[in-house]
């Protein structure tokens, strides 16, 4: 199982970096206006979602649109030993953040400002591959199936895919933690419709 998910990342990672900057420009455009048709979006107000990291869809277009709407925005802090994510509340995108664990863009110090993730309605979940009942395969941490589950309230966690990320099926573990929907540049899924 772990090498057929190894060659699966491999595989997402190679069609992703094939796509010039202009088309997954307008692809995440796409995906970004399909997601502000949702009333779930419409209705958030305390959004997390990771910021992209090398060929990832432009999470940017979201977290603009919701600091300059006065609605708050918090971004995941690795904590490799713990495999652990904190919650950081973002204020500026430009000035907050800098290449941290795994090249991924976190907090620089002074901007990191931990809050209780209870907070939060809204996550959006990254991932390199999906099934239309919502599982998916990240990078490899499992921080995310680790992360959701302690959560008491539970907020919509949506994923953003390209269409040649949805597959028709993944290899599972049991600790594998599905997200409500997956928004592609050509539709909306909601995985409960497919469990």
């Known amino acids: 199982m772990r090498l057929l998910k190894k060659e699966i990342r491999q595989n997402m990672i190679r069609q992703r970096k094939s796509l010039s900057v202009n088309d997954l420009r307008k692809k995440s455009l796409a ?41 708050r925005v918090f971004i995941p802090v690795t904590k490799p030993k713990e495999k652990q994510i904190i919650v950081s509340e973002l204020l500026d995108l430009e000035k907050d953040v800098e290449t941290g664990h795994f090249g991924v863009l976190e907090p620089k110090a002074f901007a990191f400002r931990p809050k209780n993730p209870e907070i939060l309605d809204l996550i959006i979940v990254p991932g390199l591959a999906f099934t239309k009942s919502g599982y998916r395969i990240g990078y490899g941490g499992g921080y995310y199936d680790r992360f959701l589950p302690t959560l008491k309230h539970k907020p919509i966690t949506i994923a953003l895919a390209l269409d040649f990320q949805i597959l028709d099926s993944l290899p599972l573990n049991n600790f594998d933690f599905p997200v409500d929907m997956i928004i592609t540049e050509s539709r909306v899924i909601l995985c409960k419709d497919y469990r």
Not at 49 to 54: D, G, L, S
């Open 31 to 71: 995906i970004f206006r399909q997601l502000q048709g949702l009333e779930t979006y419409k209705n958030a107000q305390n959004l997390m979602t990771y910021v992209p990291f090398q060929e990832e869809i432009h999470t940017t277009l979201l977290i603009e649109d919701f600091l300059n709407n006065n609605r």
